[in-house]
């Protein structure tokens, strides 16, 4: 009981402890913020608008490039004007004819770079030639919910269009599409249109020349176009799953604007690329290696002449040095299939004179020609045994025993 004084005094002065520290009012309550659903902040931060289908709503945003302006060295205004059968010989006939006005340039930005049943393309761009310009139609889906919905709008947009162009398409964007279509029990709406994949024929055209054919390499290169700023690729999915944890939808513009230039490319090099297999002489084609590129698909394409022209052309405009032998070698090839044996000769003895990857196999041909067509026995050993002082084969063995065998009799005259 003694202590009960103490204890009264103690509580006093927790009790004025309190009083003071509420002499100015109870203490200001911390603001909760309050984050508005992110698709209102897409609709603020970029032109557009959400579109209502059966299957639900997403958001749709269009631009357009006016034709009276210019992407790198490109007149936008030149897309209207291009053959509606440029891309026969580029697809080998299997586009057929359309106005461009019917052709769909389509890129997607997607949720992971290695494709599978968990990719989700959430922006899905089509671009468009017009009167007006170059158009680009971009469908976003701002939370997984709305894929129905962006799905069954890009069907009902691609029906109106008659040929699928795309960049790398046929290995990525297409599988990965027509997998969201079927996941969604929707029927994909790609089996009607024929697709050219311009990364096949780019490729083609500029692997000898440049170290990576990617669309923005070929941008850069080709058109011209230097990008500032850009987004790089690798990092849009991570910027697109940081929009979903956040709703800041400013993360967004830069991979709207950088689908919308990927598009924007692929049109115009599709101004560029078929012209060459269509007609190369009418081509942007100043570069050697460009030439033996295109060569090598026209050989293929068993147009041998077409073929050598671009490899002479090639050879005079000059080559790296490993690139011209094989190209010389190619040529000494299709000289003799088309039974033109001095030009193929002419090839092969520059080929013999010098040291490269094909003196050896150009020795070979020469004492195969001097044996079989001329019969000029020592001529093809004395092309065996030069052969041999650089490569010791059996195979060269062997000739070199049955050509002193043959060259034991009298000497043939000697044409070269």
């Known amino acids: 009981m003694s202590n009960i004084p103490e204890q009264l005094a103690e509580l006093r002065q927790r009790v ?21 659903p992110a698709r209102y902040f897409v609709e603020e931060w970029l032109s557009g608008q959400e579109i209502q289908t059966p299957h639900g709503a997403h958001f749709e945003t269009e631009r357009l490039y006016e034709r009276h302006k210019r992407h790198g060295s490109l007149d936008i205004g030149d897309l209207a004007e291009l053959p509606h059968d440029l891309l026969d010989a580029i697809s080998q006939g299997t586009v057929p004819a359309h106005s461009p006005e019917k052709w769909a340039f389509l890129d997607t930005e997607t949720t992971g770079l290695a494709g599978g049943s968990g990719t989700y393309a959430f922006l899905i761009g089509v671009g468009r030639i017009t009167p007006e310009g170059f158009r680009v139609r971009q469908f976003f889906m701002r939370e997984h919910g709305e894929e129905a919905s962006l799905l069954s709008a890009l069907a009902d947009h691609l029906a109106g269009f008659e040929v699928l162009i795309t960049y790398n398409g046929k290995t990525y964007d297409q599988p990965l599409l027509e997998t969201r279509y079927r996941m969604s029990r929707f029927r994909p709406p790609f089996d009607r249109m024929p697709h050219l994949d311009l990364l096949h024929g780019a490729r083609r055209l500029w692997k000898l020349r440049f170290d990576s054919c990617r669309l923005v390499e070929l941008e850069n290169q080709i058109l011209g176009v230097e990008r500032e700023g850009d987004l790089p690729g690798e990092m849009i999915p991570y910027v697109y799953f940081e929009y979903l944890r956040t709703g800041e939808a400013y993360q967004l513009v830069p991979i709207l604007h950088h689908n919308a230039i990927d598009i924007l490319t692929l049109a115009c090099l ?3 690329v078929p012209w060459a297999f269509r007609s190369p002489e009418q081509a942007r084609l100043s570069h050697g290696a460009e030439m033996v590129g295109l060569g090598r698909w026209f050989r293929q394409a068993d147009q041998p002449e077409r073929a050598l022209e671009l490899f002479r052309r090639a050879v005079g405009l000059g080559l790296k040095d490993e690139l011209m032998f094989r190209t010389l070698w190619d040529i000494s090839l299709l000289e003799r299939k088309a039974g033109r044996d001095d030009a193929a000769l002419a090839v092969l ?60 009799g009298p000497r043939p005259r000697r044409l070269l």
């Not at 020469?366 to 044996?371: F, G, I, R, S, V």
């Open 16 to 36: 004025a402890g309190i009083n003071r520290k509420y002499e100015d009012g109870p203490p200001p309550q911390p603001v909760v913020a309050t984050r508005r």
């Open 270 to 272: 599709t101004g560029v």
């Open 349 to 408: 003895t520059d080929l013999a004179a010098e040291r490269n990857p094909y003196r050896v196999p150009a020795l070979e041909e020469l004492a195969k020609h001097y044996e079989h067509r001329e019969k000029n026995y020592p001529m093809a050993l004395e092309m065996t045994r030069a052969a041999l002082g650089y490569a010791d084969t059996p195979a060269l063995r062997k000739r070199e025993a049955r050509l002193a065998r043959r060259g034991s």
